[in-house]
């Protein structure tokens, strides 16, 4: 009797152990969360001061959140190809070579380097 009681207050205190594990990376996730959401609404408002149609800003604010052309259409309900498409239009427009150009652009904030 004594091993099994002995037995299930370690358990306890594993299971103590793995709540407090899981309580700490739920709180980090929510940071990581809440600093993307930022993140995410500071770049629509450089993207609002870019002379482009409403979906390619939507194109352009998913790029620079990091996601790959698959993952933008997916989450805008688009084919990879027509995100493609609204990215190159996006890069005449703005006069931009690449989309590295374009991260660059907004690292610097800068909407200046863009031809109009």
Do not use: C, W
Request: proline share 1%.
């Amino acid at each position: 009797m004594k091993s099994s009681t002995y037995d299930l207050q370690q358990r306890i205190i594993e299971l103590e152990q793995r709540v407090n594990t899981l309580q700490s990376q739920v709180e980090q996730l929510l940071s990581i969360r809440d600093s993307s959401l930022s993140r995410k609404g500071q770049l629509r408002k450089f993207v609002q001061q870019l002379p482009l149609t409403h979906r390619e800003r939507k194109v352009v604010v998913e790029f620079l959140a990091l996601l790959s052309d698959k993952k933008t259409a997916s989450r805008l309900g688009r084919s990879v190809q027509t995100v493609r498409n609204q990215m190159n239009s996006v890069q005449k427009k703005l006069g931009l070579k690449s989309r590295q150009e374009l991260v660059s652009a907004m690292l610097s904030r800068g909407t200046t380097k863009f031809r109009n």
